[in-house]
């Protein structure tokens, strides 16, 4: 059984910085493409950044977050995280993990976790 468990949402002041970590289990993770994705009340989810297993983990990002939040994975301890940097009340969303092994980026992956809420207050 595959599980995705994410960590390390919180309250934080807008500027301020927060890590997310994703324990996968149940899953090749070496070879498995793991996504951050997030979403408001009544709105769709959203890609927020992606790590792929091959090509050395090419990453991939949302306009809104480039150059403000990192993805990385530690394929030994089967995590990948979302370092973010610089938050903004407009990022305050449930974040969510995901992972496939053909999807990068996108909103049809695999499998998902419950989500961590992150609130950016103004």
């Known amino acids: 059984q595959v599980q995705l468990v994410e960590s390390g949402g919180g309250l934080v002041q807008a500027g301020g910085s927060l890590r997310l970590s994703c324990a996968a289990s149940?899953?090749?993770?070496?070879?498995?493409?793991m996504a951050w994705v997030r979403q408001t009340p009544g709105k769709e989810r959203d890609f927020v950044a992606a790590?792929?297993?091959?090509?050395?983990?090419?990453?991939y990002y949302a306009d809104s977050v480039k150059g403000r939040f990192t993805v990385s994975r530690d394929n030994a301890k089967n995590t990948v995280y979302l370092q973010m940097n610089s938050l903004k009340p407009e990022d305050t969303a449930v974040y969510y993990c995901?992972?496939?092994?053909?999807?990068?980026?996108?909103?049809?992956?695999?499998?998902w976790g419950q989500g961590t809420q992150v609130t950016v207050s103004s």
């Open positions: 995901a992972a496939s092994a053909r999807v990068i980026r996108g909103s049809r992956y695999d499998y």
């Open positions: 149940g899953l090749t993770f070496n070879r498995s493409n």
């Open positions: 790590i792929s297993w091959s090509n050395g983990g090419s990453t």
